[in-house]
């Protein structure tokens, strides 16, 4: 941070309070800034720096709150920590010191049931955190252990929890794992003394070795759609969110034929990391890191089917996030290994991103909107 105080929010360029703000996270362990607040031209989809913030080592992924006044990160780190943000006009103000997830190298988070649930990949567990009505956050967190393991050795050894994801309603948080090749449906707790633990409902199977990463709901609520890091690969599967039964229906490579195989031993050296889908449910889009692209799914009318369209390059290497805007026009990768955010604008009858421009963030992670 050269001359600047740590934990203080710095300028580094004209503010400009008029549209939505993004938030970029990113790996300061690996130089980058922390958090990095950005304007967005609601035209163009251009990205305009204005502040940063270090108050949290590698904070990696990041959840605003619904009414958009606070902004919640994780502390990817062995020891695993989460923290809570106030959205001021000068940049997120942190709230408190960050709470320990009692849990090691948290990778993702969301807000489910009153409580802050951290997916915690090396440690392979779920853990809860209960939000205050100021916005901070509570403690000690409530920790569900996953179990298991997986056929790649190397990568599949125990579990590790990457992802959480409140389902429509409220009433399940899914988790996908992906040592175990599996995702678990949860409730969080209500039984006394239990108040806010994650408890497993149900665990569904997915392919051995696929390594499910992350997930997302269709529009209607109806499927949940998995994306695997290791293989190019995504799964459809039709959700019932009055049982909370999750049905695998069937696989979609994200490469075309020939377009390299799977991450690690059986090389291609693809290590598929995002996926997120159009407001209309018409389109999915998912980041590939290795091949540096994003690719084009186009889903039926049903959601039960995924068809790629095509592939177009990511605009850096190692795309690690991707976010769609919520008015739906415009894509965003995170770009960690070449330090940038690229912007695209979607055509809305191909699905197809044309890119827009770019922006430095060093070892930049996730971009979330408010």
Known sequence: MGTHKAHKARRTCKADNRGRRAYIGSFTAAGGPGITTAAVDPASGALTPLYVTDAVPNPSYLAPSPDGRYLYAVSETPDGAAAAFALTPGGPALLAPAVPVNGADPTHLALAAGHLV?????????????VRADGSLG???????????GPRTDRQEGPHA??????PGGRWLLSADLGTDSVRVCVLGAAEGAEGTPAVHDEVRLRPGSGPRHLAFHPRGGHVYAIHELEPTVTVCRWDGEGGVLTPLGETRLLPDGGGGGGGRRCGGTFP???V??????????????????SVLRLDASGDAATL??????????????????DGRHLYAANERSGDVTWFTVDPDTGVPARGGSIEVPAASCVVFV
Do not use: I, K, M
């Open 273 to 275: 990391s995002a996926l």
């Open 118 to 130: 951290t997916a915690n990949y090396g440690s392979g567990s779920v853990s809860a955190l209960p």
């Open 309 to 326: 369209v095509t592939t177009v390059p990511c605009g850096g290497r190692w795309p690690r996030d991707l976010a769609l805007h919520p």
């Open 162 to 167: 990457h992802a959480v994801l409140p389902a």
């Open 277 to 294: 889908l159009s407001p209309d449910g018409g389109f999915a889009w998912a980041a590939n890191r290795g091949h540096d692209s994003l």
């Open 139 to 149: 403690g000690p967190a409530r920790v569900l252990a996953h179990q298991g393991s």
